[in-house]
Each structure stands twice: as structure tokens, then as C-alpha cells.
């Protein structure tokens, strides 16, 4: 009996944690992270973007939801600049790799370069 529930629990961990891939693939690459340095961010065409308190593991000056890496999108921010922040669902989702005292917001009040505009993205508090 014990068996099974162990079974049956790492079932439903692996269920729940593996229905969303894209956000996955896109906190395992960094894109949101803390950094202070872009050696920090996991891949190639990120940069820590120090514009951020505590860094932001993202690109800067996307053109739309193609320059970024998965599970993130170009977001215009309100600094006139466009930035790929991770999709979100709720703070939680943002704040991964980030300490509390840089927490990135889970917000709808932005725009996406790209539509559809109804998601919601990570966005750091500025520096």
C-alpha cells in the first residue's frame, strides 16, 4: 500500500509539473532570474539587463515574441525599451530565482509587442 501511494503521488507530481512545458523550458533557461552578470544567464541570446533591481535574466530590444526564448514574451515596457519577461500565471511563477527583496510582479497591466495581448508577465522592479 505504502508502494503504490508513492507511485500514485510521483504520478501526480509528474503530471502537474510537465503540463506546462513552455513556462518550464523558460525558467530553466534563466529567463527571469537574478543575475548580476550575464555570464549568469543560461542562454546564449540573454543578457543580465541591470536596469533591474537585482538583474533580470532577459532580452532587451525585442522586436516581438520571436527574438525571445520560450515560455517568455516582448513585453513594451513603460521605459520606452522592449524587453522578453517570463509568462506568468501568478507571483509565484516569477520569483523562482529572485530573491524577496527583488520579486518581480505577475502583472496584466502591460503590452505585449505581439498580440494576443490576454497573458500576463514577470515584470522586476525597475532599479
Excluded: W
Excluded at 49 to 57: H, P, R, T
Amino acid at each position: 500500500m505504502k508502494k503504490s501511494m508513492i507511485l500514485f503521488s510521483a504520478i501526480i507530481l509528474l503530471f502537474a509539473f510537465g503540463c506546462d512545458d513552455d513556462k518550464k523550458k523558460a525558467v530553466d533557461l534563466g529567463v527571469g532570474a537574478q543575475c548580476t552578470e550575464t555570464a549568469q544567464c543560461d542562454e546564449e541570446t540573454q543578457e543580465c539587463l541591470l536596469d533591474f533591481k537585482g538583474g533580470y535574466c532577459g532580452v532587451k530590444d525585442c522586436t516581438g515574441d520571436v527574438d525571445c526564448p520560450e515560455g517568455s514574451r516582448c513585453v513594451a515596457h513603460d521605459d520606452g525599451v522592449n524587453y522578453c519577461f517570463l509568462v506568468c500565471v501568478d507571483k509565484a511563477d516569477c520569483n523562482v530565482h529572485r530573491s524577496v527583496d527583488s520579486e518581480a510582479n505577475c502583472s496584466s497591466s502591460i503590452d505585449f509587442v505581439d498580440e494576443p495581448q490576454d497573458s500576463k508577465a514577470c515584470v522586476p522592479p525597475s532599479n
